[in-house]
């Protein structure tokens, strides 16, 4: 299968410790997302990288989360001193350039107790 | 800012009826609209997409939907719904002009009975 992959699918966390996830995209695709989605509500959108350029960040993502996508492949989306309203399912999606269809892979999702 | 409302959170329905769910979009621009279908235990998966041309479009598994451009509405429909549609659908929206991000609807979950 060629989809997206999301690493873990899912992490239990205490409080104050840091977080990492990763996100494999569809090879061919050069813009990555990421998204966060609670319960009853649709995915909101974090941050968005072309290539390896983060080129727009959401106010929702606060200075304790950190995104890179280094060499413009795999991303990973950093959360430090976790809190327990980061607790949400963390969606990564991709597409190429020439089209604006986002496909989304299965999720991680955080619990921070 | 650009924003998605789903007029309806759940809606139960018996095979063979009709559906019909709403969306409607704020945003002053031109528009791509996207209808996303999330079955149980599975990931997000795109049903039907409007960029422009012909504002009926047609999707996958029977799914079609309008683009009513003076009501900023963007409908979800099919004729006959079956057992296996039951999934949370999610209609989104996107900037016109790039690859940008999507705004989501808070989704509709439908339930079809046999």
């Known amino acids: 299968d060629t989809g997206v992959s999301q690493d873990p699918r899912h992490k239990i966390t205490k409080r104050g410790q840091n977080v990492t996830f990763r996100c494999d995209p569809i090879s061919e695709h050069n813009r990555l997302y990421w998204y966060r989605q609670t319960l009853g509500q649709g995915p909101e959108f974090l941050t968005y990288f072309q290539n390896e350029a983060q080129l727009e960040k959401s106010r929702l993502l606060s200075d304790r989360f950190s995104a890179e996508r280094p060499k413009g492949s795999f991303s990973t989306l950093e959360i430090q001193r976790t809190e327990q309203g980061d607790s949400a399912m963390y969606l990564c999606a991709s597409s190429a350039d020439v089209t604006y269809e986002q496909y989304f892979g299965p999720g991680t999702r955080l619990t921070v107790t | ?114």
């Open chain 2, 1 to 114: 800012a650009q924003s998605v409302s789903q007029h309806n959170h759940h809606v139960i329905l018996s095979e063979a009826a009709s559906l019909e769910l709403g969306c409607n979009y704020s945003y002053g621009g031109t528009v791509n609209l996207f209808w996303y279908v999330q079955y149980p235990g599975q990931h997000l998966q795109l049903l039907l997409k409007y960029f422009s041309g012909d504002p009926l479009v047609k999707g996958i598994k029977g799914f079609e939907a309008e683009f009513i451009k003076s009501k900023f509405s963007f409908n979800l429909r099919k004729p006959s719904v079956q057992w296996s549609d039951t999934a949370e659908y999610f209609c989104a929206v996107n900037a016109g002009g790039g690859g940008n991000k999507l705004t989501f609807g808070t989704g509709t979950q439908l339930k079809v009975e046999l």
